[in-house]
C-alpha cells in the first residue's frame, strides 16, 4: 500500500465494520515517490499478516482481561477499607469507592490520560490521537483503573473522619492531575509521550508495574491526607499513646484482601499488555511475592506480640505484592520470594513507627502497604532486577524521591487548600455519629444490632 497520507487518514478509509483499521504498519518512512511528473513524500504501508493479526487480537484480549481484574480491586479495597473499620462508617466507605472510579474514569478520559501520554503535538483533551483505534481503547481502559486504584489506596488511611465533598474534590485532582504527572514522567514512552525519569543517568528509572509510579504515589499522597486531618477521636489518649480502634468486620476486609490478590494476576501479568509467554512467569512471582509477604508478617507480629494478628497478615501479603511489582518481569523464583519476605516484615514495623512515633492514624495501614513497600519494591530492582551498579541505584532513588516529593508535596496542597475552602474533615459530632447517617442519611445494616 503506497500512499502519501498519514497512518490515520488511511485508516479511515478502510472498512469501518472490520477490526482491520487498526491492522496496517508503515514499512518504510519518508519515501520521495514521483506521481504525475511530481516527487511527493510518501509512506509505504502493508496489512499485517494472518499470524500478526492473532497476535495483536490476542493481546488487546489479555489487556481487556486484565483491566476488567484490576477493576475488579476496588471492590477489595472497598472490602478491606470497611472491614477495618466500624460499622456505622460502611456506606461512606462504599460510596467513596463507587465515586473515586465514577470520577476516575471521567477527568482520566478528560485530561488525566493525555496528560499522562500526549505527544508534544496532540490535544490535551480526551483520548486525542488513540480514539477511534481498537488498541487506543484498550490501553486506554488499562491506564484507567490503575489511575482509580491510586485514588483508591488515599481512601483508607482518610477513613471515618473526611467529609464527602471533601472526598470528592481531591479524587478529582488525584486522578486528573497528581497521578498523571508522574505517571508520565515514568511511563511516557508506553505510548507516544517520552519520560525524563525514563532516561534518567542514562540507565533510567524502572518500575514495570508501579511499585511506585501507582502505589507508592498513593501512599504519599495518604501520608499527606491523613497528616492534614488528623487523628480519629479516642485514636490516641491525653498522653499521645496509640489506642486500638477494632474494625467491625474482619472476614470482610479478608475476603476483600483476596480479591485483590486475584486481582493482581491482572495489574502484574496486565502490565505487558501482549498476549506472550511471559505472563504466566509474572503471575507466579507476583504470588510467591504475596504468600512470602504474608507468612513474614504473621511471624513478625507473633513474634512482637504473641498472637499472630490476622489484620497484619492480610497487610502482609497485600506488601509483598506491592513491592513486586516494579521488579517482577525481571527477577528469579527466590528474588521474588525475598522480596515480598522483606515486605511483610517492612509493614509491620511500618504500621507500628507511623502510628507510635509519628502519631499518623492510619486506620488500614494503607501508608506503609503502599507508600513504604511500593519504595523498598522499587528499590529492589536494583539488586534483584538486573545486575546491580551505583548508576542504577541512583536512578531508582532519583525515582522514588521525586515521587515521593512529589505526591506528598502536592498531597499537602491539596488537603490544606480543601480544609480551608470546602472543609476537609466532618465535625466531632457527625464523627462520633457516624458517617452513614450524617453524610448518606442510611445504614449498611439496618434493623441488626451491632457494635459501631
Given amino acids: 500500500m503506497l500512499k502519501g497520507k498519514t497512518q490515520d487518514q488511511i485508516k479511515s478509509e478502510l472498512p469501518v465494520s472490520g477490526v482491520y483499521r487498526d491492522e496496517i504498519t508503515p514499512i518504510s518512512e519518508d519515501v520521495e515517490v514521483a506521481v504525475g511528473g511530481k516527487t511527493i513524500t510518501a509512506t509505504i504501508y502493508r496489512y499485517l499478516s ?3 493479526i492473532i497476535q495483536y487480537r490476542g493481546d488487546i484480549l489479555w489487556t481487556c482481561i486484565a483491566a476488567f481484574l484490576v477493576f475488579l480491586m476496588q471492590a477489595g479495597f472497598a472490602m478491606v477499607e470497611a472491614g477495618f473499620t466500624r460499622a456505622k462508617n460502611t456506606v461512606n466507605i462504599m460510596m467513596k469507592n463507587i465515586m473515586d472510579f465514577c470520577i476516575g474514569t471521567l477527568v482520566f478520559l478528560a485530561v488525566g490520560f493525555h496528560l499522562m501520554f500526549a505527544g508534544p503535538d496532540e490535544s490535551l483533551f480526551f483520548l486525542g490521537s488513540t480514539a ?6 484498550t490501553f486506554w481502559i488499562f491506564q484507567c483503573v490503575f489511575a482509580a486504584t491510586t485514588a483508591t489506596i488515599v481512601s483508607g488511611a482518610m477513613a471515618e473522619r473526611t467529609k464527602f465533598t471533601g472526598y470528592l474534590a481531591y479524587s478529582v485532582v488525584i486522578c486528573a492531575f497528581i497521578y498523571p504527572m508522574f505517571g508520565g514522567w515514568a511511563w511516557g514512552s508506553l505510548l507516544d509521550g517520552n519520560g525524563w525519569l525514563e532516561g534518567v543517568l542514562g540507565v533510567g528509572f524502572y518500575d514495570f508495574a508501579g511499585s511506585t509510579v501507582v502505589h507508592s504515589i498513593g501512599g504519599w499522597i495518604a501520608l499527606a491526607g ?8 479516642g485514636k490516641f489518649d491525653k498522653n499521645g499513646n496509640p489506642r486500638p480502634i477494632p474494625g467491625h468486620n474482619l472476614p470482610f476486609a479478608v475476603i476483600g484482601a483476596f480479591l485483590l490478590w486475584l486481582g493482581w494476576f491482572g495489574f502484574n501479568p496486565g502490565s505487558t499488555t501482549t498476549f506472550d509467554g511471559n505472563l504466566a512467569r509474572i503471575a507466579v512471582m507476583t504470588n510467591l511475592a504475596g504468600a512470602a509477604g504474608g507468612i513474614a508478617a504473621m511471624l513478625t507480629v507473633w513474634a512482637l506480640f504473641k498472637k499472630p494478628d490476622v489484620g497484619m497478615t492480610v497487610n502482609g501479603f497485600l506488601a509483598g505484592m506491592v513491592a513486586i511489582c516494579s521488579a517482577v518481569d525481571c527477577v528469579s523464583v527466590y528474588s521474588s520470594v525475598i522480596i515480598g519476605a522483606v515486605a511483610g516484615v517492612l509493614v509491620v514495623l511500618s504500621v507500628l513507627f507511623i502510628e507510635r512515633t509519628l502519631k499518623v492514624d492510619d486506620p488500614v495501614g ?16 536494583a539488586f534483584f532486577g ?6 542504577v541505584l ?7 524521591g521525586t515521587g515521593f516529593a512529589w505526591a506528598f508535596g502536592c498531597g499537602l496542597i491539596l488537603f490544606l487548600g480543601i480544609k480551608y475552602t470546602i472543609g476537609l474533615r466532618v465535625t466531632e459530632e457527625e464523627e462520633i455519629t457516624g458517617l452513614d447517617i450524617t453524610e448518606h442519611g442510611n445504614e449498611a445494616y439496618s434493623g441488626i444490632g451491632m457494635a459501631v
Avoid at 506503609?368 to 519494591?377: D, E, I, M, R
Wanted: charged residues 10%; aromatic residues 10%.
Fill in 132 to 137: 477511534g483505534t481498537q488498541w487506543g481503547f
Fill in 50 to 52: 494472518d499470524i500478526e
Fill in 366 to 381: 494503607a501508608v506503609s502497604v503502599h507508600g513504604v513497600c511500593g519504595t523498598w519494591g522499587t528499590l529492589a530492582y
Fill in 226 to 233: 491523613a497528616i492534614v486531618l488528623g487523628p480519629r477521636i
Fill in 394 to 400: 541512583s536512578a531508582q532513588l532519583i525515582g522514588i
Fill in 386 to 391: 538486573t545486575e546491580f551498579s551505583m548508576k
